[in-house]
């Protein structure tokens, strides 16, 4: 993560990262070219009314908004690829995953159920940072959704903004297998690849897509979805994942899963920076390890 002081230095590295235009940049935030010149040159705030355009422009977490954009602005770390946040230094990195289990108890109320018409188009923005989703992948994601919406959220922040949210779909023991030895993408996945998880033997969840904005909303994200898969019968399940992003991974392998396969260096996305990983297991003795 790097650290600003300043809104307008972190909309001179947005505007670098997203290869766009003073003038492009105006044009998706309805505002005068000469506008965008003066709030990256920190000669003017971004007025409030225009805050939520520009968290909805270029998905910035709407802390990260408040805290720059202020007349006395509050330092912040931000990576513009995880859209990602942390307040000082100790918040940057991943915490050990200890620290999730033994928070498992604590609840929020910032946690809601997505709705199709008012979120979806909103969190395929953030899902296709990585990755171009088909519009029957679309199709796969929103009847994964409807099966297991226990396991798939929103989190929003204090004042309602979004902050993270949990993609997980049920999948067939074929579609895991395909997935588990590379004979299929992720991408790839049809309706006939979903399962009722109800009635597997064991059944197989596959985390398509996880992301917050900072640790706490990981937390906040992910605590559903482990009290749900320590919910099923005798807690038989298998949880896999090909993680977008580098702190999902680490706190995945922190607690038990394994590396299946890994991609070769030299296909590492520039962006990302990291290896795709097929990664799996059952978080059952990583959460008794703690008793």
């Not at 989703?133 to 959220?153: Q, R, S, Y």
């Not at 904005?213 to 482990?226: A, G, L, S, T």
Request: hydrophobic letters at 35%.
């Amino acid at each position: 993560m790097k650290k600003y002081d300043h809104f307008g230095e972190l909309l001179l590295d947005y505007r670098s990262f997203m290869q766009i235009s003073q003038a492009d940049f105006a044009a998706q935030l309805q505002v005068d070219p000469r506008t965008i010149q003066r709030w990256e040159r920190n000669e003017t705030l971004i007025k409030p009314n225009k805050e939520p355009d520009i968290a909805e422009v270029t998905l910035f977490p709407y802390q990260v908004i408040r805290n720059l954009n202020s007349p006395d602005p509050i330092p912040t770390y931000y990576d513009l690829h995880l859209r990602k946040y942390a307040l000082n230094e100790i918040g940057v990195e991943m915490p050990d995953a200890d620290w999730f289990r033994d928070q498992l108890d604590k609840k929020t109320e910032r946690l809601v159920k997505i709705n199709f018409e008012k979120d979806f188009d909103y969190l395929l923005r953030f899902m296709e940072m990585h990755r171009t989703l088909t519009n029957t992948m679309k199709t796969v994601i929103e009847e994964g959704i409807k099966i297991a919406p226990e396991i798939n959220n929103i989190l929003n922040d204090d004042s309602g903004y979004y902050a993270a949210h949990s993609i997980v779909l049920p999948i067939t023991q074929e579609a895991y297998l395909k997935l588990r030895t590379k004979q299929m993408k992720d991408v790839d996945l049809q309706t006939s690849d979903l399962a009722n998880y109800k009635s597997q033997e064991l059944p197989i969840f596959f985390a398509f897509d996880i992301t917050a904005d900072c640790n706490e909303n990981f937390y906040h994200i992910i605590n559903p979805v482990i009290h749900f898969l320590q919910s099923l019968p005798n807690q038989e399940y298998t949880y896999c994942s090909i993680p977008y992003r580098h702190d999902n991974y680490e706190l995945s392998e922190k607690a038990g899963l394994k590396i299946i396969w890994e991609d070769e260096k030299k296909n590492v996305e520039k962006k990302g920076n990291f290896s795709r990983r097929f990664i799996e297991g059952n978080f059952t003795e990583f959460l008794l390890s703690g008793d």
